[in-house]
């Protein structure tokens, strides 16, 4: 994860976060959240998450897709990835709060898009995977 390894940096986002939680107290959560995913910020996404969920700070709307949020947010984290073992960590949980968001809310309007999601994630992966295969065998 970008920031876990500059601990300074992550406390001045969590100081932000809290900050920014106060003057926000009344409005959604959601935008500042999805702007942390479209910036490739999953693992701040996360702490985002955990945080609103530990100050009771979590809106009927983020409730709603809850499961889907954190999902997105793992798959997100897991991108920065090389290492094969953190890597698979954050795809598993991603793997598992996707699975329980499409147990509990099957007609919800969000599935499809989050399938798509999954899917396109895993097949840029695999590609990934192959290149690098091929690179390995050219040089033996």
């Known amino acids: 994860m970008r920031l876990l390894d500059n601990f300074p940096a992550r406390l001045l986002w969590i100081v932000a976060v809290l900050a920014a939680g106060a003057a926000f107290a009344q409005e959604s959560p959601l935008p500042f959240l999805h702007a942390l995913q ?16 530990k100050q009771k700070a979590v809106t009927p709307e983020l409730r709603e897709s809850w499961d889907l949020e954190m999902s997105k947010s793992y798959r997100i984290a897991a991108a920065d990835f090389y290492d094969t073992q953190d890597y698979e960590r954050l ?11 499409i147990e ?20 840029r992966r695999a590609l990934d995977l192959i290149r690098q295969a091929k690179g390995v065998e050219k040089k033996d």
């Open 91 to 101: 795809m598993a949980e991603s793997q598992k709060y996707l699975e329980k968001f």
């Open 104 to 123: 509990e809310k099957p007609n919800h309007p969000e599935v499809a898009t989050a399938l798509a999601g999954w899917s396109e994630f895993l097949t």
């Open 38 to 53: 479209d910036n490739g910020y999953g693992d701040m996404a996360i702490e985002y998450l955990k945080l609103l969920e």
